[in-house]
């Protein structure tokens, strides 16, 4: 799969992010800071990573900021994304079940190589299914009824 990164400033922790992405078998697609061209505004590059996972031009997201929460939320502006703010393994796997979340948020402040090691196994391994189908169906018809 290709997996959109992206992120508003470097941090150390990106250089272990891309390697374990690549070691679930997976090509990082970078965005923003990942790029290698200094920082970035969190919406923009958030914006940007996310239509690329909304158009199909990557398959899902690792979306970072100092706290995760600003990129998530505009990640989530774009239609056909469901990102979920992550600060450990269980919570993001049942992002994957329960939301059928496309696009993994994570806190730069929080990251750790270890930690990040066990937040995208419990992502690469948990597969959405069927037990969030209906939860992800309303909130199509949510979004639908707010969308201007």
Known sequence: MK??????ESYPVHAALLRLIELHGHAPVRFGAFTGGGAVP??????????????GACDEGIFLCWTGTGTSIAANK????????CTDATTAAAARTWNHANVLCLSHRLLTDDLADEILRAWFTTAPGDRGREGV????????RHRR
Request: negative net charge; charged residues 20%.
């Open 137 to 144: 169906a309303r909130l199509a018809d949510v979004d639908r």
């Open 42 to 55: 969190w919406a923009t590059t958030a914006e940007v990573a996310a239509e690329a996972v909304a158009a």
């Open 78 to 85: 774009v239609a056909n994304v469901r990102a979920a703010l």
């Open 3 to 8: 997996i959109a990164v992206c992120a508003d």
